[in-house]
T-cell receptor
């Protein structure tokens, strides 16, 4: 049973556009929702994270929007750049420091 | 400051063999987690070590075992390898700062089982 569902599987965005990736979760005990970025041949790197008591968090060009009632959260990448081309994973855990449940990933391609 | 380092980077084994993967955590981190990432999938949690004890375990068989040493480095052992064990094995280290886990991943060990 997949506990974190991520969409779309792949995404093509023009340079300067907005990239939006969505995730839905099932377990209401989840309390920590990070997003990771992974380049080929590298491990995932933490981009930004949020807790359910906050509806939005912004760090630079990256924003997480969180809808607790819908059990959904999304990553918005503003002014997308070719260097943002990578695979993005949403994840969730019951609390910071415990096992992360990852989505299946979204491959983002930003065309110049 | 070196990040999380894993060795070896690539490994080829045959079915039935045993393998040991190694991980050195980021300086100052006391917790090590291991994840398995199949091709085209998200990482799956195997287990976590803290103070040399397995603190949490995912849905993996007993063929997967681990160890953490006093210097916080860790090993992942897989016995009786199956073709389905072929994957990228990721080590991640962390230390909790408030509510934010700050999990740092290594570049992984690519294991191929033939």
């Amino acid at each position: 049973q997949q506990q974190v569902k991520q969409s779309p599987q792949s995404l093509i965005v023009q340079k300067g556009g907005i990239s939006i990736i969505n995730c839905a979760y099932e377990n209401t005990a989840f309390d920590y929702f990070p997003w990771y970025q992974q380049f080929p041949g590298k491990g995932p790197a933490l981009l930004i994270a949020i807790r359910p008591d906050v509806s939005e968090k912004k760090e630079g060009r990256f924003t997480i929007s969180f809808n607790k009632s819908a059990k959904q959260f999304s990553l918005h990448i503003m002014d997308s750049q070719p260097g943002d081309s990578a695979t993005y994973f949403c994840a969730a855990s019951r609390q910071a420091g415990t096992a992360l449940i990852f989505g299946k990933g979204t491959t983002l391609s930003v065309s110049s | 400051d070196a990040g999380v380092t894993q060795s070896p980077t690539h490994l080829i084994k045959t079915r039935g063999q045993q393998v040991t993967l190694r991980c050195s955590p980021k300086s100052g981190h006391d917790t090590v987690s291991w994840y398995q990432q199949a091709l085209g999938q998200g990482p799956q949690f195997i287990f976590q070590y803290y103070e040399e004890e397995e603190r949490q375990r995912g849905n993996f068989p007993d063929r997967f075992s681990g160890h953490q040493y006093p210097n916080y480095s860790s090993e992942l052992n897989v016995n009786a390898l199956l073709l389905g064990d072929s994957a990228l094995y990721l080590c991640a280290s962390s230390t909790i700062q408030g509510w934010d886990e700050k999990l740092f991943f290594g570049s992984g060990t690519q294991l191929s089982v033939l």
